[in-house]
């Protein structure tokens, strides 16, 4: 049985398991809502991504409802609704606290805007509903009684593995160019290829992308990231020239070779450290932002040395400057930001120094922050990963370094001024000091020396020190 075979037996499988048991699958308030729907005259349904998830064995994050009754005669049936959508058909239920949508079957007119139909139009006929929606995965239906309702075959292109548009993909991008990222957000998600036609598409058509919001490709991005196939759907961002449209500069590292210490060029060794995230428990958005920019600069950072070596002197620091453009032009949060480039400007951190002291540790500690050495370690983990030396990934040295960073980190020790025995007002009141930069100043001292030696932070010790600093700069 080959994996096409066994995907269809497995469909199969779940088309028949969800008609057993649809009353159990689908939520009690659901149900409510649908049956309410047909005892009022109408059809209804639940339709589209609730429909994919629970046919690939996911776990449905809403519930969309379709009917043939008109947005007026929907709202007289139930006793609270919110008119979220009313012109396009769309109404909230409300059933106690969870609000679900029930959308009227619609055609819709032509995109000039490439983001809205010019109109729309209500109609009785479920099939042409399912008509206008994007992949033919998406067009899929599901009654009460757990009949699939499929129509432009998504069943089958589930179990051959590869995202087809519904009619001819150039007609559905031009509608709505955003469709072309979640064309590969679908691949990256559900483990699948882009159709030839939906990927010749991808590629004639990349430009249409600069119409669309960055915030809208910015949702479809970090999903394409959070996926279990990242690498996959970045490649196809790439070869469709998607990518070139909104994040150029990731894309210059493609083919650019590296040193002794790396297998792979710019672009592989990201690819397959960004993969190697999805390994590490708890790695989050900004991580793997961080790992998927951490080299961004390299190519533009190139040196060749007199003996052919390929040095990327200060990538870390230019690449935490075009990780920041990068962010900032998909307008992500200043939180997000600030994380990522923090990473991607101290990556390096950990790379020269397998044999350094634990005063050392602790003072990359307090410099890269507590908070972020964690994150730090996990960035390593995954840079390692993408090296693809028989090193990788992890190289001894590297590893015995992390497990003393473990140990440093389980002390009782001060990493920041925080941490330490005293503050401000103990400098002011000890040393006899006016509030001024000298405070600060004594303070850095003390956090230097108790870096260097863990045993000084006492407060006794601290402030007989604080008298001898005070008096010195007197």
Same mark, same amino acid.
């Given at each position: 049985?080959?994996?096409?075979?066994?995907?269809?037996?497995?469909?199969?499988?779940?088309?028949?398991?969800?008609?057993?048991?649809?009353?159990?699958?689908?939520?009690?308030?659901?149900?409510?809502?649908?049956?309410?729907?047909?005892?009022?005259?109408?059809?209804?349904?639940?339709?589209?991504?609730?429909?994919?998830?629970?046919?690939?064995?996911?776990?449905?994050?809403?519930?969309?409802? &379709?009917?043939?009754?008109?947005?007026?005669?929907?709202?007289?049936?139930?006793?609270?609704?919110?008119?979220?959508?009313?012109?396009?058909?769309?109404?909230?239920?409300?059933?106690?606290?969870?609000?679900?949508?029930?959308?009227?079957?619609?055609?819709?007119?032509?995109?000039?805007?490439?983001?809205?139909?010019?109109?729309?139009?209500?109609?009785?006929?479920?099939?042409?509903?399912?008509?206008?929606?994007?992949?033919?995965?998406?067009?899929?239906?599901?009654?009460?009684?757990?009949?699939?309702?499929?129509?432009?075959?998504?069943?089958?292109?589930?179990?051959?593995?590869?995202?087809?548009?519904?009619?001819?993909?150039?007609?559905?991008?031009?509608?709505?160019?955003?469709?072309?990222?979640? *064309?590969?957000?679908? &691949?990256?998600?559900?483990?699948?290829?882009?159709?030839?036609? @939906?990927?010749? *598409?991808?590629?004639?058509?990349?430009?249409?992308?600069?119409?669309?919001?960055?915030?809208?490709?910015?949702?479809?991005?970090?999903?394409?990231?959070?996926?279990?196939?990242?690498?996959?759907?970045?490649?196809?961002?790439?070869?469709?020239?998607?990518?070139?449209?909104?994040?150029?500069?990731?894309?210059?590292?493609?083919?650019?070779?590296?040193?002794?210490?790396? @297998?792979?060029?710019?672009?592989?060794?990201?690819?397959?450290?960004?993969? *190697?995230?999805?390994?590490?428990?708890? @790695?989050?958005?900004?991580?793997?932002?961080?790992?998927?920019?951490?080299?961004?600069?390299?190519?533009?950072?190139?040196?060749?040395?007199?003996?052919?070596?390929?040095?990327?002197?200060?990538?870390?620091?230019?690449?935490?400057?075009?990780?920041?453009?990068?962010?900032?032009?998909?307008?992500?949060?200043?939180?997000?930001?600030?994380?990522?480039?923090?990473?991607?400007?101290?990556?390096?951190?950990?790379?020269?120094?397998?044999?350094?002291?634990?005063?050392?540790?602790?003072?990359?500690?307090?410099?890269?922050?507590?908070?972020?050495?964690?994150?730090?370690?996990?960035?390593?983990?995954?840079?390692? &990963?993408?090296?693809?030396?028989?090193?990788?990934?992890?190289?001894?040295?590297?590893?015995?370094?992390?497990?003393?960073?473990?140990?440093?980190?389980?002390?009782?020790?001060?990493?920041?001024?925080?941490?330490?025995?005293?503050?401000?007002?103990?400098?002011?009141?000890?040393?006899?000091?006016?509030?001024?930069?000298?405070?600060?100043?004594?303070?850095?001292?003390?956090?230097?020396?108790?870096?260097?030696?863990?045993?000084?932070?006492?407060?006794?010790?601290?402030?007989?020190?604080?008298?001898?600093?005070?008096?010195?700069?007197?």
């Amino acid at each position: 049985m080959d994996i096409i075979d066994l995907r269809r037996a497995m469909l199969r499988w779940r088309g028949l398991w969800l008609r057993w048991f649809a009353s159990a699958v689908v939520p009690p308030e659901v149900k409510g809502v649908l049956r309410t729907l047909e005892e009022g005259g109408g059809e209804a349904v639940v339709v589209g991504g609730c429909v994919r998830d629970l046919m690939t064995g996911r776990r449905p994050e809403d519930w969309d409802v &379709a009917t043939s009754l008109e947005p007026d005669r929907v709202r007289r049936l139930f006793s609270r609704t919110i008119p979220t959508g009313i012109d396009h058909g769309t109404v909230t239920v409300m059933v106690g606290e969870v609000g679900i949508e029930v959308t009227t079957y619609r055609t819709e007119g032509a995109y000039t805007d490439r983001r809205h139909p010019d109109w729309v139009h209500f109609s009785s006929e479920l099939h042409e509903d399912l008509a206008r929606r994007d992949f033919t995965f998406n067009a899929m239906a599901l009654t009460v009684g757990g009949e699939i309702i499929d129509p432009f075959d998504g069943l089958e292109d589930l179990a051959r593995g590869r995202v087809v548009t519904v009619g001819r993909a150039t007609d559905r991008f031009a509608e709505d160019a955003l469709r072309m990222v979640r *064309a590969v957000r679908f &691949a990256a998600q559900l483990d699948m290829e882009l159709a030839p036609e @939906a990927h010749r *598409a991808c590629t004639e058509m990349s430009e249409g992308l600069d119409a669309v919001s960055r915030e809208r490709i910015r949702y479809e991005l970090d999903r394409i990231i959070m996926s279990d196939s990242p690498a996959r759907g970045f490649e196809m961002l790439r070869e469709t020239g998607l990518l070139e449209r909104f994040w150029p500069e990731l894309v210059e590292g493609f083919g650019v070779e590296q040193n002794r210490h790396h @297998a792979f060029t710019v672009w592989e060794h990201t690819m397959t450290s960004l993969q *190697a995230t999805v390994d590490i428990e708890g @790695a989050d958005l900004a991580l793997r932002l961080a790992v998927l920019l951490h080299d961004v600069a390299k190519p533009r950072c190139l040196e060749i040395g007199p003996g052919g070596e390929r040095h990327f002197y200060n990538h870390h620091v230019v690449g935490a400057a075009v990780a920041r453009r990068l962010l900032k032009r998909l307008r992500y949060d200043n939180r997000t930001i600030d994380r990522v480039t923090h990473l991607t400007r101290h990556h390096m951190a950990l790379h020269h120094y397998p044999q350094m002291k634990d005063s050392a540790i602790r003072r990359l500690i307090n410099r890269v922050g507590l908070e972020n050495i964690h994150d730090l370690i996990n960035l390593r983990i995954a840079d390692r &990963a993408g090296s693809g030396t028989k090193e990788a990934p992890l190289s001894r040295g590297t590893v015995y370094l992390l497990e003393r960073i473990g140990r440093v980190l389980e002390e009782d020790a001060a990493f920041g001024l925080g941490d330490l025995a005293v503050d401000g007002k103990d400098v002011m009141r000890v040393g006899g000091l006016e509030p001024g930069p000298q405070v600060g100043e004594i303070l850095e001292t003390l956090l230097d020396e108790v870096l260097e030696d863990p045993a000084l932070n006492e407060r006794s010790i601290l402030e007989k020190r604080i008298e001898e600093l005070a008096r010195a700069r007197s």
